[in-house]
């Protein structure tokens, strides 16, 4: 399946001079995953509280995820584009200030039409960073070490993304409550947002995090990125060409159900579990969501460990039958065996981001920086399957809608049978095999 399509003519990019490799860059990219793992994953936790607080019906609450979502289908290519003419540093800080924008919008007016341009606007913001910080992170720490700083930021990543439920946790449990007062940032925070909504507090603690990071940001001095042709956002054109190719659709409908299924199981997990087993969502609902990012961070190093032994599609096919027994069992299961469950679909689905990822590059012989653009698009996925999942909710009920991620996790499960990739993931058995001919 290596149909690609004719290269297009793309002028060279001009020789230039690469900075020596700085750990503190690398250390600023990795700070940089955990600020925005921290404000992509929130909203999962908070499903419950806006439902109660704005009345939501489960398609409107939907909406807010497809807000944040669509962004990355509306920035991901242009925000590439932008990237070759004014370069890194503006364009993150130019990021940060959108998400900026975004968190104090909603933390100001706590109303749910704010709450869908603020997201939206955050998920502009986290979008051209996810486009910059990645070529950034190869500079910087070094082409031979790009592989291991890209783990190592997933790991960050998925540590952000279990810390911030918590975060949640804390202020609603503590705010307008007796003895809460005395606690750090409770009363200011009992100053800024109402007793009835103490979950828009995490909006707060947003804004104070851009704040910070876009000062770090203009500090700092940053190197110069030089990309290989490859890597480069090529025009429109390129881009053209390249959605002609049948192995470029089947890959981005990869990504658009990954990351449907990671979305569509985190944003919805504390909804089902109060619905139908009665748990808090402030506190039950909030850990588990919070775990299920933790059990991902274990499942990568887990899958790593893997790739070096396995070929990467039967990773993929293992770890991805693993989750629909796992989704199984939490939508059917008692409630003790959902609270296991649920986490462990995000250990399942540890491995699927990377695996086709990398075998969506491997399939094609020109043109990756376009491609990996493309592929990002491919994140709207996250946008349209909760919301999918919602409206069916309303209309069947939440566990008959979930039944979608069947058809998301099927798609993930195939590409493991048809993929064909030109270049293999390197494996102690195929170096040996080379080794001997």
């Given at each position: 399946?290596?149909?690609?399509p004719?290269?297009?003519?793309?002028?060279?990019?001009p020789?230039?001079?690469?900075?020596?490799?700085?750990?503190?860059?690398?250390?600023?990219?990795?700070?940089?995953?955990?600020?925005?793992?921290?404000?992509?994953?929130?909203?999962?936790?908070?499903?419950?509280?806006?439902?109660k607080?704005?009345?939501?019906?489960?398609?409107?609450?939907?909406?807010?995820?497809?807000?944040?979502?669509?962004?990355?289908?509306?920035?991901?290519?242009?925000?590439?584009?932008?990237?070759?003419?004014?370069?890194?540093?503006?364009?993150?800080?130019?990021?940060?200030?959108?998400?900026?924008a975004?968190?104090?919008?909603?933390?100001?007016?706590?109303?749910?039409?704010?709450?869908?341009?603020?997201?939206?606007?955050?998920?502009?913001?986290?979008?051209?960073?996810?486009?910059?910080?990645?070529?950034?992170?190869?500079?910087?720490?070094?082409?031979?070490?790009?592989?291991?700083?890209?783990?190592?930021?997933?790991?960050?990543?998925?540590?952000?993304?279990?810390?911030?439920?918590?975060?949640?946790?804390?202020f609603?449990?503590?705010?307008?409550?007796?003895?809460?007062?005395?606690?750090?940032?409770?009363?200011?925070?009992?100053?800024?947002?109402?007793?009835?909504?103490?979950?828009?507090?995490?909006?707060?603690?947003?804004?104070v995090?851009?704040?910070?990071?876009?000062?770090?940001?203009?500090?700092v001095?940053?190197?110069?990125?030089?990309?290989?042709?490859?890597?480069?956002?090529?025009?429109?054109?390129?881009?053209?060409?390249l959605?002609?190719?049948?192995?470029?659709?089947?890959?981005?409908?990869?990504?658009?159900?990954?990351?449907?299924?990671?979305?569509?199981v985190?944003?919805?997990?504390?909804?089902?579990?109060?619905?139908?087993?009665?748990?808090?969502?402030?506190?039950?609902?909030?850990?588990?969501?919070?775990?299920?990012?933790?059990?991902?961070?274990?499942?990568?190093?887990?899958?790593?460990?893997?790739?070096?032994?396995?070929?990467s599609?039967?990773?993929l096919?293992?770890?991805?039958?693993?989750?629909?027994?796992?989704?199984?069992?939490?939508?059917?299961g008692?409630?003790?065996?959902?609270?296991?469950?649920?986490?462990?679909?995000?250990?399942?689905?540890?491995?699927?981001?990377?695996?086709?990822?990398?075998?969506?590059?491997?399939?094609?012989?020109?043109?990756?920086?376009?491609?990996?653009?493309?592929?990002c698009?491919?994140?709207?996925?996250?946008?349209?399957?909760?919301?999918?999942?919602?409206?069916?909710?309303?209309?069947?009920?939440?566990?008959?809608?979930?039944?979608?991620?069947?058809?998301?996790?099927?798609?993930?499960?195939?590409?493991?049978?048809?993929?064909?990739?030109?270049?293999?993931?390197?494996?102690?058995?195929?170096?040996?095999?080379?080794?001997?001919?």
């Amino acid at each position: 399946m290596n149909d690609n399509p004719p290269a297009p003519m793309v002028p060279a990019s001009p020789a230039g001079p690469v900075s020596r490799r700085s750990p503190g860059m690398v250390a600023l990219v990795l700070l940089t995953f955990f600020v925005i793992s921290f404000l992509t994953n929130i909203v999962g936790p908070l499903v419950p509280d806006i439902i109660k607080s704005f009345d939501l019906s489960l398609t409107l609450v939907a909406l807010l995820p497809f807000a944040f979502f669509i962004a990355y289908g509306v920035m991901s290519i242009p925000a590439g584009m932008l990237l070759e003419r004014v370069r890194e540093k503006p364009v993150m800080i130019g990021a940060f200030v959108l998400a900026l924008a975004g968190a104090l919008l909603f933390a100001a007016l706590p109303r749910y039409p704010t709450a869908i341009v603020s997201l939206f606007l955050i998920g502009a913001g986290m979008a051209a960073l996810q486009v910059t910080i990645n070529p950034l992170l190869r500079v910087a720490g070094g082409e031979e070490h790009y592989a291991f700083n890209s783990v190592l930021a997933q790991l960050v990543f998925g540590g952000a993304s279990f810390l911030s439920p918590f975060i949640y946790t804390y202020f609603v449990r503590n705010i307008g409550r007796p003895g809460g007062e005395g606690r750090p940032l409770v009363g200011l925070m009992s100053k800024l947002v109402s007793p009835a909504l103490p979950w828009v507090a995490v909006y707060w603690v947003f804004a104070v995090l851009v704040v910070v990071m876009i000062i770090v940001l203009a500090v700092v001095r940053f190197p110069v990125v030089v990309r290989k042709e490859d890597e480069r956002a090529g025009a429109w054109a390129t881009h053209k060409a390249l959605f002609k190719s049948r192995t470029v659709i089947l890959y981005f409908l990869g990504i658009f159900a990954y990351v449907g299924t990671e979305q569509g199981v985190a944003n919805w997990i504390s909804q089902f579990l109060v619905t139908y087993h009665g748990y808090d969502p402030q506190t039950v609902g909030a850990a588990k969501v919070a775990l299920f990012w933790g059990l991902m961070t274990v499942g990568g190093v887990l899958g790593l460990f893997l790739l070096k032994l396995v070929d990467s599609r039967k990773v993929l096919l293992g770890f991805t039958a693993a989750a629909i027994v796992f989704l199984t069992l939490a939508l059917f299961g008692p409630g003790p065996l959902a609270l296991v469950m649920f986490p462990l679909v995000g250990f399942a689905a540890a491995v699927m981001w990377p695996v086709i990822f990398s075998l969506a590059l491997n399939s094609v012989a020109s043109h990756h920086g376009s491609f990996s653009g493309i592929l990002c698009t491919g994140i709207i996925g996250g946008a349209l399957v909760p919301l999918l999942v919602g409206r069916l909710g309303d209309a069947f009920g939440l566990r008959q809608g979930m039944f979608v991620l069947y058809l998301t996790l099927g798609y993930i499960l195939s590409i493991g049978l048809w993929a064909r990739p030109l270049i293999a993931n390197k494996t102690v058995a195929l170096r040996k095999k080379k080794e001997a001919a």
